[in-house]
């Protein structure tokens, strides 16, 4: 397992750390994970000082993680876990969670859908550290409103619509049945 050092991005402290070798193939995995971290700080509600970590794991290590946090013995693409909020001293870093996304799970889902893994990479970094920020997509609604944000993040990162073309997804299923 390696740690990368903690960065401070726009008032946000990035801890990421690599807890497979699979990682390894991709050299700019963490330079992705702190670009989409602070372009989702900027675009999001997020506080002034922030803590949050980022785990890039395998398979087998996010499928255990389901079973056991979520009841779902399945690998996912990306886990997030907000921390409690616990009131700190003014001015002390709020400690957002922490993020974890599977290797081979982002890496067969970019290949089925045509993305680059770069692209996907930062997708599931942004989405993940917008659940830490309290959104959600459990209703078509909360899902139209996650995913706009998505695209504004990702648009300043110069990555297209990751929802372009998705007619079965929740929220663009209600955006044409409601457009308003």
Known sequence: MTTAAPRLDAGLDIDVVLQSAVWEQQGDAETIVRDALAAAAACADCPAFAEVVVA????????????????????TNVLSFPAARIPGPAGAPQVLGDIVIAYETLAREAQAEGKPFAHHLAHLTVHGFLHLLGHDHETDAEAAAMEDLERVILQRLGIPDPYAGSGDAPAAAARAINPA
């Open 56 to 75: 890039l794991s395998a398979d087998a290590a996010v499928q255990q993680l389901n079973r056991d946090w979520r009841g779902r013995d399945a690998p």
